[in-house]
C-alpha cells in the first residue's frame, strides 16, 4: 500500500472508530471491513495518532476513539462542517508566505468555488498595503478563501463588509462579548483588533475574474502572547471570552455564516449585511476624521449605505464615502 | 452596443485579414469570429458573439455614471492608450507604502502586467494592462482618490 493509500485507509479507519461512541474496535474487524491487512490497520493506527488524534487500545488492543485534535486537518474540518460548498476543497499548510496569495493562484488555475486555503503559520501574513499580520502557529486562524461571484466589478467591495458581518456573527456566537466592527471590515473586541480581512479581486472591467478572501483571527492568544508593540492594540477571541476556543469548530461556524452571507449578498446585495452591520458598527453617531490621500473630511457617521460605502454628515452636506482611512477622535 | 456599430464592426473583419476581433467598451464586450471551413479554407461570414452583458448598477445614488458608448474603429487617431480605473476609490502606485511603483515612466510593459492597486472598502484590485507599450504618463499620485472611469496612465503602444 503506498503512503496515500494508507492515509486513506486512516480517514475511513478514523471515521468508523469515531462513530463508534467509544466503544471498543477490534483491528481484524477493521481490516475484514476494508478488505486489507491487520498490519496496514495498525499502521493507519499510527498514522491517525501522527495526526493528533488520540486513540486507545484496551488489554484486547481493540481500539478506542479518545478525541480530535485542534489541529486545521482537512479531516477535521470536513468533519461534520455544514456547508454545500465553502471550505469543502481544502489545501492545509503548515507554514507558508500568505494563504492569499496561494488561493490566488488557485483561483487561476479555476480551482472549485469556496476552495479554502488554511496554514498554521504565515510568514508573510499580507495585511493592507504591504502591513504585516502577525500569524503566530496554534492559536489563530489564518485562511484564504476563492470566490468567482457573478456581479459587476463594481459591486465587489460589498464583500467586504460580508465577510465582516460573517466574522463579527461568529465571534459573537462564543458569548455575550463586546463585539463591534468599524467600518469597513476591522473586528474589534472591547475596541482591541481580533480580526483583519483583506479582499484581492481580479477583473476585468465588466467582469470578476476571482476575488480571494483574506482572512486573520487571533483566535487562542493570551495576553503575552502578543509582542509587546500589539498589546495595547490587539486582543484574542479567548481574552474576550475567557474560555479557550476550538479553533476547528470556529473556522467550521465561520464558514456556515460566509456561505449564508455571501450566497444572500449575490441574490439581494446588502440588504440583510447593512442590519447586521448598523448593530455592530462601532462608528454610528460619531464623529470621525475621513483621510483620503491628501484631503481629510470630517463628519458625523450616520449610516452604511446600500453599496456599503460610509454615509457622512458633514459641513457640505451628507456624503458617501468608499475609501479612506478612518479615526475617531 | 448598438446594432449600427456591430454592423459597422462585422464590416471591418469582412474587409480585413483578421479572424478574430474582440471590442471591450464601458462592460460590453463583442466578439467577432470569422469561421473558416477546414477543406479549402473558404472565409465565411463572421459570426458575432455577446458574451456576457452585466447588468448595470442601478442604485439611484450610485456615483457610477456610465459614459455613451462610443466605439471608434481600431484604427485609433489618438497615439496613447488610456488605462482607466474600474472603480471608485484609493489609487496606490506600488504595493507597500516603502516599495518601488508597480511602474515608471518610460518602462515598457507587457498585456496583463500589473501597473497599480485601485481600493475600495478594503478590497484591494491590482489593475492589469490590456495593452503593451511604454508609460508615457502616469496620470495619478499615490494614494489619491479615484473616480469610474478616471484615466490613470497613458500608454504609448507604439513606444
Known amino acids: ?329 | 452596443m448598438k446594432e449600427k456599430t456591430i454592423k459597422k464592426l462585422i464590416r471591418l473583419v469582412e474587409e480585413s485579414d483578421i479572424d478574430q476581433l474582440e471590442v471591450t467598451s464601458w462592460g460590453r464586450t463583442v466578439k467577432i469570429t470569422r469561421r473558416i471551413s477546414g477543406r479549402n479554407g473558404h472565409a465565411e461570414k463572421p459570426a458575432v458573439v455577446q458574451p456576457y452583458t452585466p447588468p448595470p448598477s442601478s442604485s439611484p445614488t450610485a456615483p457610477v455614471v456610465l459614459p455613451p458608448v462610443d466605439i471608434k474603429p481600431p484604427v485609433a487617431e489618438k497615439k496613447y492608450i488610456e488605462i482607466k480605473s474600474p472603480m471608485v476609490g484609493t489609487f496606490y502606485a506600488s504595493p507597500a507604502p516603502d516599495a518601488p511603483p508597480y511602474v515608471k515612466h518610460g518602462q515598457r510593459i507587457s498585456v496583463g502586467q500589473a501597473v497599480c492597486i485601485v481600493e475600495a472598502m478594503k478590497l484591494m484590485n491590482e489593475i492589469e494592462s490590456e495593452v503593451a507599450g511604454v508609460v508615457a504618463k502616469a496620470m495619478v499620485e499615490s494614494a489619491q482618490p479615484v473616480e469610474f472611469g478616471q484615466v490613470l496612465f497613458l500608454i504609448d503602444p507604439q513606444g
Open chain 1, 1 to 329: 500500500m503506498t503512503n496515500s493509500e494508507l492515509e486513506q485507509l486512516a480517514d475511513k479507519v478514523l471515521e468508523k472508530i469515531r462513530s463508534h461512541h467509544g466503544q471498543p474496535l477490534e483491528p481484524t474487524k477493521l481490516a475484514d471491513l476494508y478488505k486489507t491487512s491487520e498490519e496496514e490497520i495498525i499502521s493507519s493506527i499510527g498514522i491517525l495518532r501522527n495526526w493528533g488524534y488520540t486513540i486507545k487500545a484496551d488489554k484486547e488492543r481493540r481500539y478506542i476513539f479518545v478525541n480530535a485534535p485542534d489541529n486545521y486537518l482537512s479531516t477535521e474540518i470536513l468533519y461534520n462542517l455544514e456547508t454545500k460548498f465553502m471550505g469543502k476543497r481544502i489545501y492545509t499548510y503548515y507554514t507558508v508566505q500568505s494563504t492569499n496569495a496561494i488561493a490566488s493562484q488557485l483561483a487561476i488555475a479555476k480551482s472549485p468555488e469556496g476552495t479554502l486555503v488554511i496554514s498554521e503559520h504565515q510568514t508573510r501574513g499580507r495585511g493592507r498595503l504591504g502591513r504585516n499580520w502577525h500569524s503566530p502557529e496554534k492559536v489563530g486562524l489564518y485562511c484564504s478563501l476563492v470566490l468567482y461571484p457573478k456581479i459587476h466589478p463594481t459591486l465587489a467591495p460589498g464583500i467586504s463588509i460580508v465577510t465582516a458581518v460573517s466574522l463579527a456573527d461568529t465571534i459573537a456566537s462564543y458569548d455575550d462579548i463586546d463585539v463591534k466592527i468599524k467600518w469597513p471590515n476591522d473586528i474589534l473586541i472591547s475596541g482591541l483588533k481580533v480580526a483583519g480581512i483583506l479582499i484581492e479581486l481580479s477583473a476585468e472591467i465588466d467582469r470578476i475574474e476571482h476575488i480571494v478572501v483574506g482572512v486573520g483571527v487571533n483566535l487562542n492568544q493570551i495576553r503575552s502572547d502578543f509582542p509587546e508593540e500589539l498589546r495595547k492594540q490587539a486582543t484574542s477571541v479567548r481574552i474576550g471570552t475567557k474560555e479557550k476556543i476550538r479553533r476547528v469548530e470556529f473556522l467550521q461556524r465561520f464558514l456556515k455564516n460566509f456561505e449564508r452571507d455571501y450566497a444572500a449578498f449575490k441574490k439581494y446585495g446588502l440588504k440583510d449585511a447593512r442590519k447586521k452591520i448598523t448593530k455592530y458598527s462601532s462608528l454610528h453617531n460619531k464623529e470621525v476624521k475621513l483621510k483620503m490621500g491628501r484631503k481629510t473630511i470630517i463628519g458625523i457617521v450616520i449610516d452604511i449605505d446600500e453599496q456599503g460605502r460610509l454615509v457622512l454628515d458633514t459641513k457640505e452636506g451628507i456624503m458617501n464615502f468608499n475609501a479612506g482611512e478612518v479615526t475617531t477622535h
